[in-house]
């Protein structure tokens, strides 16, 4: 098991369907000993969640609280199969961590190709640090090509704890998770864990990984989350 003490990808009550607060999930952060905590809100084509306008004030929140770091960012949405994102570059600009996914509420799945196009569209945006959850399957994509291109273009692919939940019933989230690090493995290319917590409780939670990290006998070398500094230095921070 892999002993994490960063977790970046988090969601407050202010992306429309969680249920702690900032300050909540910060002092939970810090309870379980992290060193480092990002919260990603949601895009705007989420519904229900902030409004861009969120992002242009986030300067006001102090960047060091109950004793860990803070990194304030966004889970943009991949909304097209060119890979654009619905945040721009102004609110981009303000972010500390940008996150990029596919959610199936505001992308519509298209083949193979066009999927990984648009995953490949997102890691070749230079203000793009992390791809979330790419294996959920929400969008059936070429892991092989998402992976070398990740490499080349200095991008993190998650590993989402939250996408093995019994409850979320994506039934392709395991093997697909699998595959995923058996060729970050050949490649040598870094993953982060992602818990993708929506309360605080799950901060920093990884246990579902633990399994699928073990059977691909994937190196504790190639996780960002052993270190703080490992992590900054990858993404350019």
């Known amino acids: 098991m892999i002993?994490?003490?960063?977790?970046?990808h988090t969601h407050t009550i202010v992306s429309g369907h969680a249920y702690s607060s900032m300050q909540e999930?910060?002092?939970?952060?810090?309870?379980?000993?992290?060193?480092?905590?990002?919260?990603?809100e949601h895009g705007p084509s989420i519904p229900g969640t902030c409004a861009p306008l969120y992002f242009?004030?986030?300067?006001?929140?102090?960047?060091?609280?109950?004793?860990?770091?803070?990194?304030?960012g966004a889970e943009v949405n991949i909304i097209d199969y060119e890979g654009n994102i619905d945040l721009d570059d102004e609110h981009l600009a303000r972010l500390d961590l940008t996150i990029a996914g596919i959610h199936k509420v505001c992308y519509t799945?298209?083949?193979?190709?066009?999927?990984?196009?648009?995953?490949?569209?997102?890691?070749?945006?230079?203000?793009?640090?992390?791809?979330?959850?790419?294996?959920?399957?929400?969008?059936?994509i070429d892991f092989e090509t998402i992976v070398k291109e990740a490499r080349e273009h200095g991008t993190l692919l998650e590993i989402n704890n939250h996408s093995l939940a019994p409850a979320r019933k994506l039934t392709v989230a395991r093997d697909?998770?699998?595959?995923?690090?058996?060729?970050?493995?050949?490649?040598?290319?870094?993953?982060?864990?992602?818990?993708?917590?929506?309360?605080?409780?799950?901060?920093?939670?990884?246990?579902?990984?633990?399994?699928?990290?073990?059977?691909?006998?994937?190196?504790?070398?190639?996780?960002?989350?052993r270190s703080?500094?490992?992590?900054?230095?990858?993404?350019g921070r």
């Not at 999930?25 to 919260?39: F, N, S």
């Not at 242009?56 to 304030?72: A, C, K, T």
């Not at 066009?114 to 945006?125: D, E, F, S």
């Not at 309360?199 to 059977?215: K, M, Y």
């Open 3 to 8: 002993k994490s003490v960063l977790d970046v």
């Open 25 to 40: 999930m910060v002092r939970a952060a810090a309870d379980k000993g992290l060193e480092l905590l990002g919260i990603t």
């Open 56 to 72: 242009m004030n986030m300067h006001v929140v102090p960047r060091q609280m109950y004793g860990i770091e803070l990194m304030l």
């Open 109 to 140: 799945a298209g083949s193979v190709e066009q999927n990984t196009a648009a995953v490949v569209g997102a890691i070749r945006n230079p203000k793009v640090d992390i791809i979330s959850h790419p294996a959920d399957g929400a969008a059936t």
């Open 176 to 225: 697909n998770n699998i595959e995923l690090l058996r060729l970050c493995k050949r490649y040598d290319l870094p993953v982060i864990l992602g818990s993708d917590a929506h309360i605080s409780f799950d901060i920093g939670r990884h246990d579902r990984l633990d399994e699928i990290i073990a059977l691909t006998e994937f190196p504790d070398e190639l996780i960002v989350n």
């Open 228 to 235: 703080v500094e490992v992590f900054k230095t990858f993404i």
